[in-house]
């Protein structure tokens, strides 16, 4: 349960309410066009309960990274379509118009401040930014779980300044996430996948202590492979982890943990769609020869661990799922987690992005808007831009 204030929680009657919302869309490149508003509709119910109960709505997201300026326009559009609504967008944080606009808002009223990341002083979470930011409301609400495992000026410097709560996406995160993995229907089985054994020890870790069953899948299996001396040809492998990916078996083996990995691979030389593919076991690769999707063995090996699970958490693609000569592992487990009871838990990032483009989004229990945030909140680490908020 998540033990923090929520919007409910307070009265935001013809208050000046500051929004950290999580608007990083993504956009096509040539065309400036959003290519998914996921992130935007997501936002809705937070915003919609703000509308409906008089506040006055100032939103703020960073979209890109500090430095590319990127203009959040075409989000101000996209939500003035979907509520419906004029949102405007306030260019300049800086200016007396913007301070003019904000102070003499009605109740219901929206506008958009422009990219918290246009400053350096954002990720820096300078406290002078994070008190200018603060001015524009009196009360801080933070929705934006992709950003919630950072200390920037706009998630956590604000929280110095107002009193601060958390959104419906950011409570309905947690709540899915800590069901998933502190309280959940048992079997609990977590796919791990993704390139790293690096990126994903303190996951691993973690996870150990929670499930009861661990499948590994991507690149990452290769580290293992390695540990236990098997031949794994050009697979990507990460040299200085092999005693960490030994480590890692050898606990789940003191605890008890079922942790598989893939019995067999699609292994070639290239990662391509045109290059000529082989299946074989997963600790014998031929030399020249790559790993990059699990093979029909390990699918039917881990529907089956699927299909008895009570709770399924996924964090990682199995294979190179970009390509479709590499796709077949990644759709099959998202198949299976889609056609099983169990609870299913997606936990953002490139998992998000696989289920998303093989259109089994919705009939997961959750798929998480925060690849970071959700993988730290897997490592069991605390999330400062929800730790900062008050205390029910
Ligand atoms: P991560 O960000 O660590 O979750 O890694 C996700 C990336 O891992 C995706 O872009 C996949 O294409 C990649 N990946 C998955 N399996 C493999 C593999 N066997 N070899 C190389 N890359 C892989």
Redesign the pocket.
């Known amino acids: 349960m998540i033990n923090k204030k929520s919007v409910k929680d307070i009265d935001v009657s013809s208050k000046r309410v500051l929004v950290r919302c999580d608007f990083n869309v993504p956009l096509d490149k040539e065309t400036g066009e959003i290519t998914s508003d996921k992130r935007i509709v997501e936002s809705l119910k937070t915003i919609c309960y703000l509308r409906d109960h008089n506040a006055k709505i100032v939103l703020c997201s960073h979209i890109g990274k500090t430095g590319k300026n990127i203009s959040l326009a075409p989000v101000a559009k996209r939500l003035s379509e979907l509520l419906n609504q004029e949102v405007r967008l306030l260019k300049d944080i800086d200016s007396e118009e913007t301070k003019n606009v904000v102070y003499h808002l009605a109740e219901k009223e929206i506008v958009l401040l422009e990219n918290t990341r246009m400053t350096e002083a954002e990720e820096a979470n300078d406290m002078e930014f994070a008190k200018k930011l603060a001015s524009f409301g009196e009360i801080f609400v933070n929705d934006a779980f992709g950003t919630a495992h950072r200390a920037h000026a706009s998630t956590e410097g604000v929280t110095h300044f107002l009193p601060s709560v958390c959104g419906f996406l950011i409570e309905k995160e947690i709540e899915a996430l800590d069901h998933g993995i502190n309280n959940p229907k048992r079997p609990l089985v977590a796919i791990i996948?993704?390139?790293?054994v690096s990126?994903?020890i303190g996951v691993l870790t973690n996870l150990l202590d929670k499930v009861d069953t661990l499948l590994i899948?991507?690149?990452m299996?290769?580290t293992f492979v390695k540990a236990q001396g098997g031949k794994i040809g050009n697979?990507?492998c990460e040299e200085d982890k092999v005693d960490v990916a030994a480590e890692i078996l050898k606990k789940a083996l003191e605890k008890g943990v079922r942790m598989l990995l893939p019995v067999d691979?699609v292994v070639a030389k290239e990662?391509s769609n045109d290059t000529e593919t082989k299946i074989c076991g997963v600790d014998e690769i031929p030399d020249g020869y790559?790993?990059?999707?699990i093979g029909p063995k390990t699918i039917e090996l881990y529907k089956g661990e699927i299909e008895v699970a009570g709770t399924v958490v996924w964090?990682?693609?199995?294979?190179?799922?970009?390509y479709q000569n590499?796709e077949k592992g990644t759709r099959e487990i998202a198949k299976a987690m889609a056609d099983s009871n169990a609870v299913t838990i997606i936990g953002g990032?490139?998992?998000a992005a696989a289920v998303e483009k093989f259109g089994l989004e919705d009939r997961m229990s959750h798929v998480s808007t925060g690849g970071g945030a959700s993988l730290e909140f897997m490592e069991g680490k605390k999330l400062p831009g929800i730790e900062a908020l008050q205390d029910k």
């Open positions: 996948g993704g390139a790293k990126s994903k899948g991507g690149a299996t290769y697979s990507l691979n990662i790559m790993g990059l999707d964090n990682g693609p199995v294979g190179v799922f970009e590499f990032g490139d998992s």
